[in-house]
């Protein structure tokens, strides 16, 4: 059990730019997450996957951002067209639930922080 | 919706003494689950205990014990015997339905145990 990882850990990038974050949750999870955490705050949910399926979306996962899961393993989120106020830590996490839509504990990533400058 | 709130931004302990963060929360669901989450300075959440809320018995993990009074929506976690290693933001958070569901936050508490 490695983990849930996340690449890059620190991006700096200019405004207007596009930048994409992946995540590898651990090997045996169906679920994966993505939360978004400002300085000071408690995370935020953005959206989640059961497998590839795309199940919930968060009204703050703007157009700009779009998440994906293509073969139910990794994951990949992207923001478009940044701006400042997207700079926060992107966190992804994972879980195994099983048919009956009983969960276990949810995993955190070390997350990836972002700075729009 | 759900709703997590903690009411102290910050607190600090003496090494081997008790401390107590508060969370209240709000919830329309009668199935659920609230946990305390610990995050370093090294930023990883961690989980540090969870409860079922259709269970009456509050949950124990070694030093970490949980007040839940489901009746008032209080969900305090106490820390026992504290050790510097303590330190880090502590979060309150649910999920309704399911264990393995969205996590709703609370806007954290800071522990510094001091030696």
């Known amino acids: 059990d490695t983990g849930v990882s996340q690449d890059p850990r620190h991006k700096i990038t200019k405004r207007g730019q596009n930048v994409t974050f992946r995540c590898d949750p651990i090997?045996?999870?169906?679920?994966l997450y993505w939360y978004r955490q400002t300085l000071g705050q408690g995370p935020e949910f953005l959206t989640y996957?059961?497998?590839?399926?795309?199940?919930?979306k968060s009204r703050l996962l703007s157009d700009r951002f779009s998440a994906e899961r293509p073969k139910g393993s990794f994951s990949t989120l992207e923001i478009q067209r940044t701006e400042q106020g997207d700079s926060a830590m992107y966190l992804c996490?994972?879980?195994?639930?099983?048919?009956?839509?009983?969960?276990?504990?949810?995993?955190f990533g070390e997350g990836s922080w972002l700075t729009v400058v | 919706a759900q709703t997590v709130t903690q009411s102290q931004p910050e607190m600090s302990v003496q090494e081997a003494e008790t401390v107590t963060l508060s969370c209240t929360y709000d919830?329309?669901?009668?199935?659920?689950?609230l946990f305390w989450y610990k995050q370093p300075p090294s930023r990883q959440m961690i989980l540090v205990i969870r409860?079922?809320?259709?269970?009456?018995q509050n949950a124990t993990e070694n030093r970490f014990s949980v007040n839940f009074q489901k009746a008032a929506k209080s969900f305090s976690l106490k820390i026992s015997d504290s050790q510097l290693g303590d330190t880090a933001m502590y979060f309150c958070?649910?999920?309704?339905?399911?264990?393995?569901?969205?996590?709703?936050f609370g806007g954290g508490t800071r522990v510094l145990v001091k030696p």
């Open positions: 958070a649910s999920a309704q339905g399911a264990a393995g569901n969205k996590l709703t």
């Open positions: 996957f059961q497998n590839e399926a795309q199940l919930e």
């Open positions: 919830t329309s669901e009668s199935n659920y689950y």
């Open positions: 090997s045996e999870h169906n679920r």
């Open positions: 409860q079922e809320a259709y269970k009456q």
């Open positions: 996490a994972s879980s195994f639930t099983d048919d009956r839509g009983l969960g276990g504990t949810i995993y």
